[in-house]
């Protein structure tokens, strides 16, 4: 198998908030009435690339069960250990020296898939490719796939997973069947989280922060600057009321990473936003009166802005701005906002 083939991890179940979609996508291939390209779109977080992998294993296994598949024949057996011929798996190339990953999926990869859609099944049933994101697509890899999109040969499907569906070029979107997965019932969604957080307050605060999506919030709560916000809010009250310099706190919260301390301040702010233009409720309630004291001295317009400098500022990081100056002129700004 060559490199541009990446297989990930297995997975032959669904979430069970998933079972609605996942008896509409078996229902479909029981009937023989299954698109060749889905794009499955929904906000980040929901586990749409679990859905896509279940789904895949099912098509592929060989006595599948209503709800999965079996998880034990030939073709799961060799799904499980990454080298199933019939399925292929595209995603951004991680480099295995620097461990860094691409920044987008690349027309050889691409390549390699039109390739595998010109062969016939070796195991003589389905044939599967996932491309996940397919938001990452480069504008060369989009054109290359657009053919296969349309003609992908007989027993095969084309699954796109994306959060960001509308960004995908028009000529791809209009080429599948669009599948937008819905956010889970809240309740649902705390039962698969309230286990793996620990308590049903933090699953509860989490689930909010992460916009009701249960793999966002289990990510959240493992973000570097999750348990820090205490801290964040109190250096922003320093630095505020003069107790901080903003240097001072920038070389402090160098150490956690730029990018980190960018997503916490931009949750941050974008509550003390809320709140200042009428909200009743934070969604960092546990920290609802620090936050409720802090946006009383500045003014909402001000908090706006700076909420967007912040949006700006995670934008261009991974280019050549150094880190400390970066967050010396966001503290600098903060402490200057009237
Ligand atoms: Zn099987």
Redesign the pocket.
């Known amino acids: 198998m060559s490199d541009h083939r990446v297989q990930s991890p297995y997975t032959f179940h669904p979430y069970a908030w998933q079972l609605g979609i996942w008896e509409r996508l078996t229902g479909l291939s029981a009937d023989s009435r299954l698109p060749h390209a889905i794009l499955m779109g929904g906000a980040a977080g929901i586990g749409k690339q679990r859905l896509a992998h279940a789904f895949a294993a099912y098509l592929l296994?060989?006595?599948?069960n209503p709800t999965s598949?079996?998880?034990?024949?030939k073709?799961?057996n060799l799904l499980s250990a990454g080298s199933h011929p019939d399925f292929i798996f595209l995603t951004p190339e991680t480099d295995p020296k620097t461990e860094k990953t691409a920044k987008f999926i690349k027309v050889d990869q691409v390549r390699e898939l039109v390739e595998f859609a010109a062969k016939s099944a070796q195991l003589g049933g389905y044939r599967v490719i996932c491309i996940e994101p397919a938001h990452l697509l480069n504008v060369q890899a989009a054109n290359a796939l657009l053919k296969t999109l349309e003609e992908p040969g007989r027993q095969t499907l084309i699954m796109l997973v994306s959060s960001q569906a509308l960004s995908l070029p028009a000529t791809i979107r209009s080429r599948c069947q669009q599948l937008i997965l819905p956010l889970p019932e809240e309740s649902d969604a705390l039962a698969w989280l309230t286990p793996q957080v620990g308590d049903p307050t933090s699953a509860r605060l989490l689930l909010g922060l992460a916009g009701g999506a249960p793999l966002a919030a289990l990510a959240l709560r493992d973000s570097l600057w999750f348990a820090e916000r205490e801290r964040l809010l109190k250096d922003l009250s320093g630095i505020r009321e003069g107790k901080v310099g903003a240097l001072a706190a920038a070389q402090r919260w160098h150490g956690l990473g730029a990018e980190a301390v960018l997503s916490g301040l931009s949750s941050l702010v974008e509550d003390m936003a809320r709140l200042s233009l009428g909200a009743k409720v934070v969604k960092h309630h546990d920290l609802a009166p620090i936050i409720q004291g802090l946006c009383r001295r500045v003014s909402a317009k001000s908090l706006l802005e700076f909420r967007r400098g912040l949006a700006e500022k995670q934008r261009f990081l991974g280019g050549n701005i150094q880190g400390p100056l970066l967050l010396d002129a966001v503290f600098s700004e903060w402490g200057r906002m009237a």
């Open positions: 296994c060989q006595s599948p598949a079996c998880g034990a024949c073709s799961c």
